[in-house]
């Protein structure tokens, strides 16, 4: 597998980026997880103002160079155990290919790929839902996780778990938001552990920010969870959790 001469990803960026790292806790274990990699400037500056310069133009470039930057971070401040990147479905020509540099990445910094988790937002717009079960499908062959992230937020996940059963399932924070007091949240959470459970896909609570929010999940069967109430996302950094 050979990365493609032509592909856009090989124009310059025109910005840096930096990676955070966010901890997915298992609360039955008391261990992480994974943790998350979420895109940072080079003086920190958040997610929005990067995302805000990303273009049709440099598109391909930022999902390649992201790739790349949460590999080479985690290898470097020996993350342990799975990371997880934020894939642009819309950033890919063809899956195997638009791999070959993530695969050289991996052994270069000798990440194990096995520990890699790609994850799509339902909300992502997507020109081709059926090529975007081929880009799983392709990750899944290579050795990597999937994840559907913002289960819940909108119809696009349900139409897609139909084609494909991802690794993982991140329930959307919508849902998970106030939810020991909101009886649909809590009716429409149990339905996604009941699929979860039938089709042996693992689930992820994210969004967590209170103790009532944490001791409802956990106290109801949820036992990974992401979110500030365990800890914000580090810049190029990790520290111990602590656990409630």
Same mark, same amino acid.
Request: glycine share 22%; net charge negative; charged share 15%.
């Given at each position: 597998m050979s990365a493609c001469p032509t592909c856009n990803c090989r124009k310059p $960026? /025109?910005?840096g980026i930096k990676m955070a790292f966010q901890p997915i806790v298992d609360i039955s274990s008391k261990t992480v997880f994974a943790y998350e990699a979420l895109v940072r400037g080079e003086n920190g500056e958040g997610a929005g103002r990067i995302l805000g310069q990303v273009t049709e133009d440099n598109k391909y470039t930022f999902d390649q160079s992201c790739r790349v930057k949460a590999i080479e971070t985690a290898s470097r401040i020996k $993350?342990? /155990?799975n990371l997880s990147i934020n894939f642009m479905p819309n950033a890919i020509y063809e899956p195997e290919t638009c791999l070959a540099k993530t695969l050289e990445t991996a052994t270069r910094t000798n990440f194990d790929r096995n520990n890699i988790i790609f994850e799509v937002t339902e909300q992502e717009q997507v020109v081709s839902q059926q090529f975007l079960v081929e880009v799983f499908e392709a990750y899944r062959k290579e050795g990597f996780k999937t994840a559907i992230d913002d289960f819940g937020a909108g119809y696009a /996940? $349900?139409?897609l778990?139909?084609?494909f059963q991802p690794d993982i399932l991140k329930i959307d924070m919508k849902l998970i938001r106030d939810i020991c007091q909101n009886k649909v949240k809590q009716t429409l959470v149990?339905? +996604?552990?009941k699929i979860g459970e039938e089709l042996g896909i693992q689930l992820i609570a994210?969004? +967590?920010e209170t103790d009532d929010e944490y001791k409802y999940l956990r106290d109801n069967g949820i036992t990974l969870m992401q979110g500030y109430y365990f800890q914000k996302p580090m810049l190029e950094a990790i520290q111990d959790v602590n656990f409630p």
């Open positions: $960026l /025109g910005f $993350l342990p /155990g /996940g $349900l139409n778990l139909a084609d149990r339905s +996604i552990q994210e969004g +967590i």
